[in-house]
């Protein structure tokens, strides 16, 4: 098929469903029977010039910040087209939907959009909106630039996809007539080599879209540079709050910010290299000069920082989001922001992990592998901080706390296969296989978009005063987590069997895998347009929000600073008096009234406290051990468990085998030892309700008794020994949460 007549028709529906919807969604949301203006039609000229001039003059940064998410939504959009035809031509194994240098088209496309056009913009969009809300500011610092900064995208964008419309030009001019001007459109192609932009192939294509497509390049890292620096003097300079108190996104922000300075000249620099060898006749990446590797080396010196200039602002969205949905505060937000930074200077250090097939020296190899993992502790040290932020909380599922939970686990994926790439010897398998293609889109669709998602969903009520439809949304959330764990879950499988990207033809053997992971790409594509449809037409209809707090944030003291700000304007602008949460508990806690006693300042509570404990403890691992007991006679009687362990256990601790001495010393274990432990970690157990926590203790702990009492039983007689050590201690744990809780009931009552 056409690609270019498919993939314009495609977009040009789009537009004309989402323009026919827009104005549908407006009047239904106009006036009512009872009374209210007209809205003027927006087909009416004076609104539309009115509307040009207000937006294409405007430098006010909440305006600059929607133009800049609206842009990177349509490039998602296209970027996204792109995605689907490229997982429709996976469908069957042969090259018959499109051909091969349409696909070899449609991932560099799809690739260079989504980087570029796609990402940064929506984050620098989210930046440009809050930052200043969230740090006290009235505007950017430089309100022009950051005009200029945002109207250099829509030309780059333009330039470095001006294949398609000249295709489409080229095919409609040429069913009328021929002639020279059909040439000139028709000269104009898609490129086909990659978003890393390789030489030699890069160098000896002569398609001059490809010049373009450098140029566009070029023209959006003046674009980004420009906007870094806007939000790093703003930061520096506009803040109201000391940095001790600055929030996490910003804090993000400017770490991108900062990689972008460095990342992004030097990108320029190497296209402008690219741009004179195809045209001037240097040799910059021929042989004869620095060679293709030359390339390599100063592509991935932009490359991998720019993978965190895409995932930063990503981490940052979550960091802010997760903890009101969890109601607690963000735990150990001091390491949150050190491992931002450290990532920050580390990204520049690894680049050379794209290269290890490249013969390069191994010793070189080794050092940049270390490095590579070493860059992972800091990203781990963020995943550990929001599962303990998660850890226990008030978990509320409305749509972005979903997103958040959803994108944790996709993201741990992402990461930990990325760990594995990072080992030579695994790339070295791995490289060119689907499983890279997995590993970086659990990432760039499992947290990337998802936050943002979440962000839209997060401050929809703030940006528009009205409420997005809930329930639509929470559905929308599911979809696109299914699909995506459908989707590139699968793609990793596939890398598992060795199976190369970037072809457009496979074995038929893989057909199957391809098609499930197509179907997961269309459930990505239905909720991009489930989410579209949301936003639009709550636009004019959901709900209007009368109450700043409507996150019920006030009741965990987390109500931040840009809630606070739209509280002001509806009180200036409506009339509408703050309100006041009914109870207040600290963040940090998930208890009202009582929160822990402090070692300076509460010296005898505390010992109170841990004599009770242990108290409890004691009593409570009693009647757990002699409920266990119970169970392990049974099993013994019936020959799962084998009592002569007691005898082992006994001559371990030195009283000789003696399977009474041995059952006493189990006994007194399970009353001091575990029960101890029970009491100093049952806080950061899940479950909120006491028993479920023993409950999750014991299944833990059961593991360690299955290998430690394990006497060689096999088959149907290790499963009947399995199960009764997990219901053994599963009774044990009953009976020593169950008798705490009973005796600090007893004690509050008592009180
Ligand atoms: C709607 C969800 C998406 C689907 C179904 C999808 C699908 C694909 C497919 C099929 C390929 C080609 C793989 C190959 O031939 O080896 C690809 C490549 C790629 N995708 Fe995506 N993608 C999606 C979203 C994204 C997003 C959000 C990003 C970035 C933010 C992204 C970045 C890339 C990049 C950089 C490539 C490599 C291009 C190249 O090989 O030069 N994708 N994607
Ligand atoms: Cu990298």
Redesign the pocket.
Known sequence: MNRALVEFGVLCALAILVCGFVGYARRCGGPRADGGYRERSLLNPTVIREGVVRWTTTTDHKDIGLLYIAFGTLAALWG?VD??M??TE?LTPAADVWSEATYNAL??T??VT??FF??TPVFFGIGNYFIPLLIGADDMAFPRINAIGFWLLPPSLLIARAGLPSQVTAQILGALTSGPLVDFFGVLEEPGI???LYPPLSTTVANPQIDLLLLGLHLSGIASTLGAINFIVTIFYERETSWATLDIFSWSMLTTSGIVLFAFPLLGSALLMLLADRNLGTTFYAISGGGPILWQHLFWFFGHPEVYI?FLPATGLMSQILPKFVGRKLFGFRFIVYSTLAIGVLSFGVWAHHMFVTSMNPRLSASFMAVSVAIAVPSAIKVFNWITTIWDGNIRLAAPGLLCIGSIGTFVVGGVTGVFLAAVPVDVFFHGT?YV?GH??LI??GI??MMMIAASYYWYPLITGRWYDRRLARFQVGLLIVGSVV?FGILLVLGFQALP??YANYPAEFASLQQIATVG?YL??LSAILWLYNMIWSYWNGDRVDDADVWDLKATDQFSREWQWLEDRLDRKYDLPPSEPETVRPAYTTEPEKGSPHVLSDPRGLVRSVLDDTLYGAIGGLLGTLAMSGVLFTGAFIGVFDVAAFAELGGLVGFGDDALVGYLTFLLGGVTTWAILFRAIAEFLPGRVLVVTGLSYATIMSTGFAVAFYTGQTGLELVGYLGFVLVAHWLYGLGLAGTIRYAEYRRTVGD
């Open positions: 996204g995605a689907m490229l997982r996976l991932f560099t799809h690739g989504m980087l796609f990402v990659g978003w890393t895409l689907y293609v970086f889109h760039t669709v990337i978009p989707t990207r970037r790409g990505i594509g």
